[in-house]
Structures are given as structure tokens and as C-alpha cells.
């Protein structure tokens, strides 16, 4: 894989700056894919536990394993564990299968050693650090064999907690005028309102 393949290039517009995070969410994604035998979900076929946490270096990792896999947060197929790493589970939802791929210490130190995220640690947002400071690494993420940038773990059986169906009903709440779908409604005073509405003192 390159800059020039497409996938990468949906990456990029989905992310909306260069950076080597967001390409090695996007060969995680493609490699836990290859390892568990499944396509690309259009609808909710997998679940992605990913492993980041807020406000770390490499939370751009989730973007490339939304392209990649199709686990996305819009279709509540994805999912962040919150520990502060860089790895994601996939998990077929019809077998329970799953596969986790987890980022290589050798893969991170290069990541964290380079001139890129030498600026990042400055406060330097990813968009204003020039792109050819990025442009090796971000080569060498996508070109690299997979071993080299992942542990890929043998597949497991996992208990996949059953999503709630998509809810399509909705009312208008009662204080604000907004629209809000029904099961999250609360009610209040005897009307129904949403949940800001409902905690407001």
C-alpha cells in the first residue's frame, strides 16, 4: 500500500490531516480483517474494539480502522476501550470469532522517535507540521510487512454484547421544541422531554 492507493486516500479525507497514526489504524484494520477471513461490514456485520483512549498520541489510529473494517461510531459497530493502546479487536458478530492486532513496541518507538511527533510534543498541530516531515514515516507505515508492525493474536471465541435495534421513533420535547428519539425521552412534570431538559435543575 501507498499514498496513491484509494483506501488510504478515503482515510485522508475522513481524517482531514497526515499524520503515521491513521495509516497504521488502516493496516491494523486490513490486517484484523485478513487474520479473521471477513470483508469490509457495510452494515453491522463486525464490532471493533479499539483500545485507544481520549487525548493520546495515536488516537487518530480509530479513523484508519473505521476505513479499513467499516466499524464505524455512526453505525455503533466500533467501539473505544479507553486503555491507552494501540490495538482493536474484531469480532464477527454472526460466529463470535474474533482477532486482535496490537501494535509492535519496534512499530511504536519508530513512531514516537520520529521528527513528525517531535513537533506534535511541541503543541504543534498535525495540519501545520509540514507534510514532508511526516511523508517517510507515513510511507514506511504503509509499505511495512505486517509482522513488522503487528502482533496478530490467534482467533478466539467472544461474547458479542447484543446491540439495541436502530430506533426510528421520535417526539418533540415538551420544553425545548427539539426532536428526540422516543427510548431516550424522560418525563418530567408529566410531559416528556429529552435528557438535557430532563437534568436541567
Do not use: W
Amino acid at each position: 500500500m501507498n499514498t496513491n492507493d484509494e483506501l488510504y486516500k478515503v482515510g485522508l479525507a475522513l481524517h482531514g490531516h497526515k499524520c503515521p497514526a491513521m495509516p497504521l489504524g488502516l493496516r491494523a484494520g486490513l490486517a484484523v480483517m485478513d487474520a479473521l477471513g471477513v470483508a469490509h461490514a457495510p452494515d453491522g456485520q463486525l464490532t471493533a474494539l479499539v483500545e485507544i483512549d481520549k487525548n493520546h498520541c495515536s488516537t487518530c489510529f480509530a479513523d484508519g480502522v473505521q476505513v479499513a473494517t467499516g466499524c464505524t461510531f455512526g453505525k455503533g459497530n466500533i467501539r473505544s476501550l479507553g486503555y491507552g493502546k494501540f490495538a482493536v479487536t474484531l469480532i464477527d458478530n454472526k460466529t463470535g470469532r474474533s482477532v486482535r492486532v496490537v501494535a509492535t513496541p519496534e512499530a511504536m518507538r519508530r513512531s514516537q522517535e520520529s521528527e513528525f511527533i517531535q513537533y506534535r510534543k511541541k503543541g504543534v498541530p498535525a495540519s501545520q507540521v509540514d507534510p514532508k516531515i511526516g511523508a517517510p514515516l507515513i510511507d514506511q507505515v504503509l509499505a511495512e510487512q505486517v509482522d513488522v508492525l503487528f502482533k496478530v493474536e490467534p482467533i478466539k471465541q467472544a461474547q458479542v454484547p447484543p446491540m439495541p435495534p436502530h430506533a426510528f421513533d421520535t417526539i418533540i420535547c415538551a420544553d425545548c421544541g427539539e426532536v428526540t428519539v422516543e427510548r431516550y425521552a424522560r418525563v418530567k412534570d408529566g410531559k416528556r422531554v429529552c435528557i438535557p431538559c430532563a437534568d436541567k435543575a
